[in-house]
Structure formats: C-alpha cells, structure tokens
C-alpha cells in the first residue's frame, strides 16, 4: 500500500477511534461494538442481492428475445438497477474492510462486486478514503466528493470556469448525464494523484470489462447486452450519485477551512441522515445513516441502524426526509460568510 493510501487508512482509523487529542465525547467509544462484521450475514447479502439480479438479467434477456415490448425490459431493468445499487454499497463495504472480517474476503469480493459496478477497487479505494479523510475541509476538496466552489472562488473564476461549473451543477447533467459518464469513461482513467497499484487495478479492471463485453456479445449479442446494460447501469448510477449528493450537500451542511476543521462536526453536520422508507433503505444498504458511517467507517452496512437505534447522540439531529432532499438540488456554492450553501441567484 503507498504512502499516501497509508496515511488516509490511518486518518479513517482515527475517526473510529476514540481520541483524546480531538476530544471525542464519552459515547463515541460505543461506535467499535458494532464494527465486527458477521460473515453469515455477509454471505446472506451476497446470496440475496446478486441471485436476484441475475434472475432479472436472464428474464431481460428472455423479453429481447421473444419480442415483448421494451417497456417491460426497462421495467426490468429498473428493478435490476436497484439491486446494482445495492450490490455497489456491499462493494463499499469491502473498500472500507467492513464485510468481512479479514483482508483477504474484503480484496477478493472487492474486486468481484467493483466489476459489476464498473470500478476498479483499488482505485476507488485510494479515492474513497481520501474522501473520508478530507470530507467537509474546503482546503482538501477534489477527492471523491461532488466539485464545490465558494461564492468568492465563483466570482473570481473565469466567465469559462464558471460557464462549466454551472453546467456541472445542473441536475441534468450532475445526476442523469454524471451516471454514465462516471461508470463508463471516468472510472476507466486513474484517480488523481493515484499510486502504480491503483492505476494497475484500473487497466486490470479496464481489460476484464472488454472480455465480459465481448464475450456477451457473442453469447447474446450486442444489441441485446446494450438494450440492457445500459439503462441499467444508467438508472444506478443515477440513483448512486443522487445518494452521494445529499449525504455531503443539503441545507445546514458543515463545511470548514483545514485550521478549524473538527472531525466531529464533520461527520455529525457535514454528512446528513438521510431517512429514507424501509423498501429504498434495503436497496441502499442503511447508507442513510451516513453521519453514522462517517463516524466509523468500519461498521457494516447491516449494523449501521442497529448503531443508531443503540446510540441516543446519533439520533439528535433531525433527517433528511426524502421530499426534503430534493430542494437540495438548488444548492450551489458555499458562501463563507454566511456559512451556508447557497443558490446561484
């Protein structure tokens, strides 16, 4: 592992420990009761996720043939892509070294469910965790975290500069354009300022996407894999980057310069608890309960709730109902005076 994934794991490991030096409170050392994972659970998650979503691809691939209306296809396959959503937030988990117990399940699953995914494990591992180690420092952004200008960077920015910001922000493009985008070319390059093992699990990743692309071409052909491929790695990804979204930009967020950073706010007002109904909570592994995770990264996504049922701390600040997430769509810079994501206008 380089340097610099080294010292992001050991930031993260910080965060789930209780530290003197950052003045955790006296409950935060409950937070490592719910770390250990259970591997029959683990298991469990594996069987009731992936199975289903093979049974939908097979059942697509059975309307193409048959000549059913495409409409029943993509009904399909909006439900297959909410277990790919599902699938995605299981190969989180094997980033942060929290499905399983030991390293080896972790790596090996990582860069099974990252194949399904279209991402590369290493790679996103490198990101994601400078992403925990920086989340809500406006002197650390660009690291797997949604671009975010301040008001006074916006106006002294470039008429260009802020053309293709405005274009970035818009929900369009962020969220229905970004999906595609992201999984299908983004993902297929290094992340920025990534190590040789990163960049070789990208080209690793990269060449057996060509080979499952190939070879389901040749088995059920090509306009059968994209008429379902794509809307279904389509739709996930959507619904994947709206859930990133609001977990780090809604009303109320915390965001601070690196000298007045504090890791506790970071994780109880710079990630948002996103309540979401049972059904769509599933779905998305209990990543609603993203102050929580924040706070340890280590907890399974199948013991995050329990966390939050056991702990009263975690549950003092209000959610983020669904209907009220989606006004934060109109957030777009932050304004350090007023210490506040604002609009445009």
Sequence with gaps: MDMAVTETASSNKAQDEQSPSREWPAWHASLSKYRDPSAAKSIWQLINTMIPYFVLWFLMIMSIRRGYPYALTLALAALAAAFL???????????????????????????????????????WRFSHLRHHASYADLDARGFGDIWTMTLAEYHAASKWKRTC???YRNPVVLVGMGALFSFLLRYRLPARKSMRKERASVIFTDLLIVGIVMTAAWSIGWRTYVLIQLPVIWMAGAAG?????????????????????????????GSSFYKLPAVMRWFSGSIGYHHVHHLGSRIPNYRLKECYDAIPALRSRAPLTFWKSLSAIRLKVWDEEQKRLVGFR
């Excluded at 699938?87 to 469910?113: A, M, Y």
């Excluded at 859930?243 to 706010?265: N, T």
């Design 85 to 123: 959503v599902r699938i995605f937030i299981l190969f989180h988990d094997c980033v942060h070294g929290s499905f399983f117990r030991k390293k080896g399940p972790n790596t090996f699953f990582g860069h099974l469910l990252g194949l399904m995914v279209f991402t590369p494990f290493d790679d």
């Design 241 to 269: 980057i709206w859930l990133f979204y609001v977990q780090h930009q809604f009303d109320g967020v915390y965001w601070s310069r690196k000298k007045d950073w504090d890791a506790m706010r970071a994780a109880m007002e």
């Design 165 to 167: 910001y405005r274009l």
